[in-house]
Every structure is written in C-alpha cells, then in structure tokens.
C-alpha cells in the first residue's frame, strides 16, 4: 500500500500504470482505472440502449447485456495491456480469453440478477443509480475471480 501511495502523491504515473510490478495494491489499482474506462464504455451502451429501446425488465436485462459485451472487451484489452501483463494459467491469448469471458459471464448474470432486484423485484432504485452500484459490487468479484483463477501462481 505505502508504494502506492508513494507512486500516486509522488505523480509518478509512468510507473504507477506501465512498469511491471507484482505489487497487489498496483495491480489492484489499475484494474479499478481500466475498470472505470470500462463501466464509462458499459454504462454508455447501456443507456443508450434503454434510450432507445424503452423501459421494462427485459429492456433493462438487454441493455446490462449489450453493456457487459463492450464493457468486457475493453476490460480484457486493456487489463492485458495494465493490469494481468503476466501469462495466465492457459498460455495462450485465447485460453485467456475464453477463461476471461466464462469469469465475466458469471459477473454478467450478477450484475443482471441484481440490476433486478435493485430496480423492481425488491427495491424500486432507479436504473441509471442501481447500475453504479452493481457495477461497483461486480467489478470487485471479477478482479477477484479473474487473479485467483487466471493468474495466481
């Protein structure tokens, strides 16, 4: 944590997003900011869809859909790049891919499966607010999910 903190107040961003490191903090770090370049390109998708599609449950399930497949093919492109620069457990880019894609699959039926129940089988929180909210929850059992079935030694 202290090197994190160190990269951050010290402004050394070269280091703090592109130098290799195995520092859990770091690495935790930059999944959060790769993470939020991939909720903006999710959540983006998601509204426009509603936007455009209207309002009902299998709306807001379709939309969390087409927002969880741009979302997670920005995550693995650049978690690849920032975050996972080791090799995963299945050598190959694609083995990766596929293990990558099964982690987001079960985060996708999460974040649907909650988008629910936030917005209408038990609470009535509206869309847009329920969306940040489950995308935080899941963003924190992916990274998880994806370091220890991905890339732990």
Do not use: P, Q, W
């Given at each position: 944590m202290k090197e994190l903190f160190q990269l951050l107040f010290g402004l050394k961003f070269r280091a703090l997003f592109f130098e290799p490191t195995e520092n859990g903090f770091i690495k935790f770090f930059r999944y959060c900011f790769v993470g939020g370049i991939a909720f903006v390109v999710d959540y983006g998708a998601?509204?426009?869809t509603c936007l455009l599609l209207g309002k009902s449950d299998f709306i807001t399930a379709a939309a969390?859909?087409?927002?969880?497949?741009?979302g997670l093919i920005?995550?693995?492109?650049?978690?690849?790049?920032?975050?996972?620069?080791?090799?995963?457990k299945y050598g190959s880019v694609?083995?990766?891919?596929?293990?990558?894609?099964?982690?987001?699959?079960i985060g996708w039926?999460?974040?649907?499966?909650?988008?629910?129940?936030?917005?209408?089988w038990v609470f009535s929180i509206n869309r847009y607010i329920a969306k940040?909210?489950?995308?935080?929850?899941?963003?924190?059992?992916?990274?998880?999910?994806?370091?220890?079935?991905?890339?732990?030694?």
């Open positions: 998601f509204s426009v969390t859909t087409v927002g969880f497949i741009c920005v995550n693995f492109l650049l978690s690849k790049k920032f975050v996972f620069t080791e090799d995963s694609k083995g990766e891919f596929i293990g990558y894609t099964i982690i987001g699959i039926v999460l974040n649907v499966l909650l988008m629910l129940v936030c917005t209408s940040i909210v489950v995308a935080l929850i899941v963003l924190i059992f992916n990274y998880v999910a994806r370091k220890i079935v991905l890339y732990s030694k």
